[in-house]
């Protein structure tokens, strides 16, 4: 392998390294906030339980 077919194979590579991480910021920037907005609008199960603990705790707040 000369000097020639070396450095052409490390630009080759490179090459196709920048491609593929384009690739995978524009999917980011088109699928990833529409994962990012669904996880917002739906609750987990911390934060509804987190609720339920409130809301009885201001019940009990209510009686005393």
Do not use: C, D, Q
């Not at 995978?24 to 529409?34: H, N, S």
């Not at 739906?42 to 009885?56: E, G, M, Q, V, W």
């Amino acid at each position: 392998m000369s000097i020639e077919e070396y450095f052409s194979t490390i630009i080759w590579v490179l090459m196709g390294l920048t491609f593929v991480v384009i690739s995978l910021i524009f999917l980011y920037m088109i699928y990833g906030e529409k994962e990012e907005a669904t996880e917002t609008s739906n609750p987990t199960k911390a934060t509804l339980a987190a609720n339920h603990i409130f809301r009885f705790a201001n019940r009990i707040s209510a009686f005393l």
